[in-house]
């Protein structure tokens, strides 16, 4: 197994710390992982993406030009990545503030609204579980306790009592994501 | 099995410090490596194992602060990226100059200048021909991964007392940033004043009744005494090049194409190599790891099997200098590198690749 992710969108939206989240699953289950950041000044508001690969093998390039999935959360990501995405391979993007639609016929798209369905949670802050969730209902490349023991890793202690609340987000997104 | 631990290169380079038993970091920030300091501050090993952290004013002060440290046979370390290491280099000469143990971590960015803070590789001739004044060199480890940049603290340490010298840790943006799992090893004390006081007669430890004082200067006035420090400078280069040299070798047995790299750049030629094979090209992969001292004698060996090399690095063609001095006209040496901070992906060193052997 090898999967090669791209997730991007605005700094801010959580999504350096769900590819930091899905990496450590992997670990759980004892997978070779990478985790690479774009980083410099666009981290303060700007555009932000990372790199994760997740494989039962030797991860050689950790950087890439074409992947299986891209995660997209804004219309720069969307401009950016959609042609970047491997034939056959997969996009899900969140709708709210994409103006261009995408195109692409030879890839599977899927949409997850998670602005609204985290807000309905009750906590904005799990909006990139919520995202997860809806990427892992496609690809279940880890199993949902792998996933909390990454959540145990990847988080303070101090924030632990959260993870209820977050798997609860995770679950959401596997449910409310939508085919386009 | 011991614990693996997600961490960026810059963080395993502070967790190693610690854990190999460095006696201080002296520092000042800079994209990308701050994290290495940040990790530190996070830890305060002055609370365990006594290691002392320090922000100084300026690189210039991390620089001499690290002699000091050095004169006394402390473990000492600092790190800088590309324009803080220029401000080190005049120190870094007289650590040499001086015989002096220590370790220097430059996660390379874009130069020259203030350039750009995305990764570079154009820092390979200020490390591995010195960079200050002087005949002079430093020992360069090039890492490619996470567990390399932990384990290359220890081996640098290891190395710089060996044969008192200053010794470079030379990764690059992506290494430091990059987070991948980390294996932590068996924790190394911090050594003692009195070991230190019987392991290294040279150090600056306090005078016994017993002997002179010991002097640490790189001056000599006296043109035979000075030309003797050279002397002596040069016959511990040669002995590193003869018993130092790391190198890795990927699908080279039946390669009748090579392809050089270091640091970030031989990961992403690995999967450039890895398509290559797929399409019937045989090509290996050499990857130095000691930049300094060059692993010349393996490029030599590799020669009458093949029909081109090309280095790859993120420069405008600074280690295919080396490559060439070690090829001597045998094989065409060619070359292929971006500018600027950006990485090119495995398919865009393929094409190049294959452009050069069609040639």
Same mark, same amino acid.
């Given at each position: 197994?090898?999967?090669?992710?791209?997730?991007?969108? !605005?700094?801010? $939206?959580?999504? /350096?710390?769900?590819?930091?989240?899905?990496?450590?699953?992997?670990?759980?289950? =004892?997978?070779?992982?990478?985790?690479?950041?774009?980083?410099?000044?666009?981290?303060?508001?700007?555009?932000?993406?990372?790199?994760?690969?997740?494989?039962? @093998?030797?991860? @050689?390039?950790? #950087?890439?030009?074409? !992947?299986?999935?891209?995660?997209?959360?804004?219309?720069?990501?969307?401009?950016? +990545?959609?042609?970047?995405?491997?034939?056959?391979? *997969?996009?899900?993007?969140? &709708?709210?503030?994409?103006?261009?639609?995408?195109?692409?016929?030879?890839?599977?798209?899927? @949409?997850?609204?998670?602005?609204? *369905?985290?807000?309905?949670?009750?906590?904005?802050?799990?909006?990139?579980?919520?995202?997860?969730?809806?990427? %892992?209902?496609?690809?279940?490349?880890?199993?949902?306790?792998?996933?909390?023991?990454?959540?145990?890793?990847?988080?303070?202690?101090?924030?632990?009592?959260?993870?209820?609340?977050?798997? $609860?987000?995770?679950?959401?997104?596997?449910?409310?994501?939508?085919?386009? | 099995?011991?614990?693996?631990?997600?961490?960026?290169?810059?963080?395993?380079?502070?967790?190693?410090?610690?854990?190999?038993?460095?006696?201080?970091?002296?520092?000042?920030?800079?994209?990308?490596?701050?994290?290495?300091?940040?990790?530190?501050?996070?830890?305060?090993?002055?609370?365990?194992?006594?290691?002392?952290?320090?922000?100084?004013?300026?690189?210039?002060?991390?620089?001499?602060?690290?002699?000091?440290?050095?004169?006394?046979?402390?473990?000492?370390?600092?790190?800088?990226?590309?324009?803080?290491?220029? %401000?080190?280099?005049?120190?870094?000469?007289? /650590?040499?100059?001086?015989? %002096?143990?220590?370790?220097?971590?430059?996660?390379?960015?874009?130069?020259?200048?203030?350039?750009?803070?995305?990764?570079?590789?154009?820092?390979? !001739?200020?490390?591995?021909?010195?960079? =200050?004044?002087?005949?002079?060199?430093?020992?360069?480890?090039? &890492?490619?991964?996470?567990?390399?940049?932990?384990?290359?603290?220890?081996?640098? +340490?290891? %190395?710089? !007392?060996?044969?008192?010298?200053?010794?470079?840790?030379?990764?690059?943006?992506?290494? =430091?940033?990059?987070?991948?799992?980390?294996?932590?090893?068996?924790?190394?004390?911090?050594?003692?004043?009195?070991?230190?006081?019987?392991?290294?007669?040279?150090?600056?430890?306090?005078?016994?009744?017993?002997?002179?004082?010991?002097?640490?200067?790189?001056?000599?006035?006296?043109?035979?005494?000075?030309?003797?420090?050279?002397?002596?400078?040069?016959?511990?280069?040669?002995?590193?090049?003869?018993?130092?040299?790391?190198?890795?070798?990927?699908?080279?047995?039946?390669?009748?194409? /090579?392809?050089?790299?270091?640091?970030?750049?031989?990961?992403?030629?690995?999967?450039?190599?890895? $398509?290559?094979?797929?399409?019937?090209?045989?090509?290996? #992969?050499?990857?130095?790891?000691?930049?300094?001292? +060059?692993?010349?004698?393996?490029?030599?060996?590799?020669?009458?099997?093949?029909?081109?090399?090309?280095?790859?690095? *993120?420069?405008?063609?600074?280690?295919?200098?080396?490559?060439?001095?070690?090829?001597?006209?045998?094989?065409?040496?060619?070359?292929?590198?971006? *500018?600027?901070?950006?990485?090119?992906?495995?398919?865009?060193? #393929?094409?190049?690749?294959?452009? @050069?052997?069609?040639?």
């Amino acid at each position: 197994m090898k999967e090669e992710i791209i997730i991007a969108g !605005f700094g801010g $939206q959580g999504v /350096l710390s769900m590819g930091k989240i899905l990496a450590y699953s992997g670990i759980m289950q =004892g997978q070779q992982v990478t985790w690479m950041p774009s980083y410099g000044p666009e981290m303060r508001g700007g555009t932000a993406n990372v790199t994760v690969i997740l494989s039962d @093998s030797k991860i @050689s390039s950790p #950087l890439l030009s074409r !992947f299986d999935t891209a995660i997209i959360l804004n219309q720069q990501s969307m401009d950016k +990545f959609e042609n970047s995405i491997k034939p056959g391979g *997969l996009m899900i993007y969140d &709708p709210n503030g994409i103006t261009r639609k995408p195109v692409r016929k030879d890839i599977k798209i899927y @949409s997850i609204d998670a602005v609204e *369905l985290s807000n309905e949670l009750g906590n904005s802050k799990a909006y990139n579980m919520v995202v997860l969730g809806a990427f %892992l209902s496609k690809k279940p490349i880890v199993s949902m306790e792998n996933v909390i023991k990454g959540l145990k890793k990847s988080i303070p202690e101090r924030h632990h009592h959260l993870i209820p609340m977050n798997e $609860q987000a995770i679950k959401v997104g596997m449910e409310k994501i939508e085919e386009k | 099995m011991a614990e693996k631990i997600l961490m960026k290169g810059n963080e395993a380079i502070a967790h190693a410090a610690i854990r190999c038993g460095c006696d201080g970091y002296f520092g000042y920030p800079i994209t990308p490596q701050s994290e290495v300091m940040e990790t530190l501050m996070e830890e305060k090993p002055w609370e365990t194992t006594g290691m002392v952290v320090l922000q100084a004013e300026s690189e210039t002060s991390s620089i001499n602060m690290l002699y000091g440290g050095a004169c006394c046979a402390k473990k000492v370390m600092t790190s800088s990226s590309s324009p803080g290491i220029s %401000l080190m280099c005049e120190g870094i000469s007289y /650590l040499a100059g001086a015989e %002096l143990p220590c370790l220097v971590v430059n996660v390379v960015r874009g130069g020259p200048g203030l350039g750009t803070i995305q990764p570079g590789q154009g820092d390979y !001739f200020q490390a591995v021909k010195g960079g =200050g004044h002087g005949d002079y060199k430093t020992i360069v480890l090039a &890492p490619s991964s996470a567990q390399e940049m932990y384990d290359f603290v220890d081996l640098s +340490f290891e %190395l710089a !007392f060996k044969y008192r010298t200053p010794a470079m840790i030379l990764a690059d943006g992506i290494v =430091g940033q990059m987070m991948e799992t980390v294996e932590l090893r068996p924790i190394k004390p911090r050594i003692s004043n009195e070991e230190i006081i019987a392991k290294y007669p040279w150090a600056t430890t306090g005078k016994p009744q017993n002997r002179k004082q010991n002097v640490i200067t790189s001056l000599a006035m006296d043109a035979a005494v000075h030309e003797k420090l050279n002397q002596n400078l040069q016959e511990k280069y040669k002995i590193m090049e003869r018993d130092e040299v790391r190198f890795e070798t990927v699908n080279c047995e039946d390669a009748e194409h /090579l392809i050089i790299a270091y640091g970030c750049m031989a990961r992403i030629c690995e999967s450039t190599v890895e $398509q290559a094979r797929k399409e019937g090209i045989k090509v290996g #992969l050499l990857r130095p790891i000691t930049l300094f001292p +060059f692993p010349t004698n393996e490029i030599k060996r590799l020669v009458p099997q093949l029909k081109t090399i090309m280095s790859v690095e *993120l420069s405008a063609g600074q280690m295919v200098e080396d490559i060439r001095l070690a090829v001597n006209g045998k094989v065409p040496v060619n070359f292929f590198g971006r *500018l600027g901070g950006i990485v090119p992906s495995p398919e865009e060193v #393929l094409d190049a690749f294959k452009q @050069s052997i069609s040639k």
